[in-house]
């Protein structure tokens, strides 16, 4: 069974969640680089959560690295939250989501559609091969070697909180 984080799993999706797997973070994301949001007035205008919640994940953000702040205003002092390269970069994983929910989880259609800025087409998500450049059927695609769970390390008997009696 997971715990509450992923650190002991070796293992890049693991990993990922840590940054991004809670139920706003992705839609945060989402907002940041399809509608160029960066306010945290509008985040939370958009969104409807609370400020706490959305301090938390910006601040979490910041720290990863996938956002920078920077104050747009003084007394009081206001922050705009700022896509980095790495913030930018996990647009394909949000349009490969959207993908995937358009086809199981919209019954009425896509509510949204990415297009190309320069010609409007429709954007798709594929899995292409490095060396053929084949795009490949998820049937087609294997994994070499798995996600491990890290051993933890363990107190030292003089480490460990004494038992109440």
């Not at 997971?2 to 693991?14: E, H, V």
């Amino acid at each position: 069974m997971l715990g509450r984080t992923y650190d002991a799993q070796n293992c890049s999706i693991a990993r990922a969640l840590e940054v991004v797997g809670e139920r706003w973070s992705l839609l945060i994301m989402r907002d940041a680089i399809f509608m160029g949001v960066t306010r945290f007035s509008d985040f939370q205008r958009r969104l409807g959560l609370a400020a706490n919640i959305l301090a938390t994940r910006l601040d979490g953000f910041v720290a990863a690295g996938l956002m920078e702040r920077r104050k747009y205003s003084e007394h009081p002092d206001h922050y705009e939250y700022l896509l980095t390269e790495k913030g930018r970069a996990i647009q394909p994983v949000l349009v490969a989501l959207t993908m995937w929910g358009d086809r199981w989880a919209a019954p009425d259609g896509p509510p949204v559609v990415y297009e190309h800025a320069g010609c409007g087409g429709e954007i798709e998500q594929a899995i292409t091969c490095s060396a053929c450049a084949e795009s490949l059927h998820p049937d087609h695609v294997v994994s070499r070697g798995e996600p491990q769970i890290l051993p933890r390390p363990t107190a030292s008997r003089r480490e460990r909180p004494s038992a109440r009696r």
